[in-house]
């Protein structure tokens, strides 16, 4: 099992670049999650996938933010532009339903963005 | 809407001693209620958690968290702690299908 998995683990980019965080859950896991970490917030959720498809994104701070999930496999959270204030370490988790609700997250090891 | 407070955002202890992090949330239906714990450089990890049951419920490395649903509270604790304890932890809810809700996170130092 190797485990939910994220790219880039850092990231630094200037402000008004565009930025692209990756991850690719557990296969077989048919909820996707991405979350914000940062020291005044602690963990929010930004946007959730149920089989590829969103179910709750009311959490994305603003339009600069989107997410997609193509296909089971694959997500991507996307940040244009990008302004100093999304700095933070974004964590994608999965987890699967086939032991109900009470199924636990996987975290990835986060991607650590740093706008300049 | 669920939420979760975590009213100790930073503890300090010395090895040995005992350890309680408050947790309560806000929601009057039916929850599921979970610690996780995040070492330092290291990504979340599930300590334990709370479906139904037994309201005490034993997780990993000797921890335990006690749900009192009068209180709406989720209590994690330990009886002696120990250096390798050293990191932050989280408590979170999840009602019905929605997604997990995380309160801020308590970092927990440890000393030798």
């Known amino acids: 099992d190797a485990g939910v998995i994220q790219s880039p683990r850092h990231e630094v980019t200037e402000m008004g670049q565009e930025v692209t965080l990756r991850c690719k859950p557990i296969?077989?896991?048919?909820?996707l999650f991405w979350y914000r970490q940062t020291m005044m917030r602690g963990l929010e959720l930004l946007i959730y996938?149920?089989?590829?498809?969103?179910?709750?994104d009311s959490g994305m701070p603003e339009d600069r933010f989107s997410a997609k999930m193509p296909n089971a496999s694959f997500s991507t959270l996307k940040i244009q532009p990008s302004e100093p204030r999304d700095s933070a370490v974004y964590f994608c988790?999965?987890?699967?339903?086939?032991?109900?609700?009470?199924?636990?997250?996987?975290f990835g090891n986060g991607t650590r963005l740093t706008v300049t | 809407a669920q939420s979760v407070s975590q009213h100790n955002h930073h503890v300090i202890l010395s090895e040995a001693a005992s350890l309680e992090l408050g947790c309560n949330y806000s929601?009057?239906?039916?929850?599921?209620l979970f610690w996780y714990v995040q070492y330092p450089g290291q990504h979340l990890q599930l300590l334990l958690k709370?479906?139904?049951?037994?309201?005490l419920v034993k997780g990993i490395k000797g921890f335990e968290a006690e749900f009192i649903k009068s209180k709406f509270s989720f209590n994690l604790r330990k009886p002696s702690v120990q250096w390798s304890d050293t990191a932050e932890y989280f408590c979170?809810?999840?009602?019905?299908?929605?997604?997990?809700?995380f309160g801020s996170g308590t970092r927990l130092q440890v000393q030798p």
């Open positions: 988790a999965s987890s699967t339903q086939d032991r109900g609700p009470m199924s636990p997250l996987h």
């Open positions: 296969s077989g896991h048919d909820y």
């Open positions: 996938f149920n089989n590829n498809v969103p179910i709750d």
């Open positions: 929601y009057g239906g039916t929850v599921n």
């Open positions: 709370y479906f139904s049951g037994d309201p």
């Open positions: 979170a809810v999840r009602s019905g299908r929605r997604a997990l809700t």
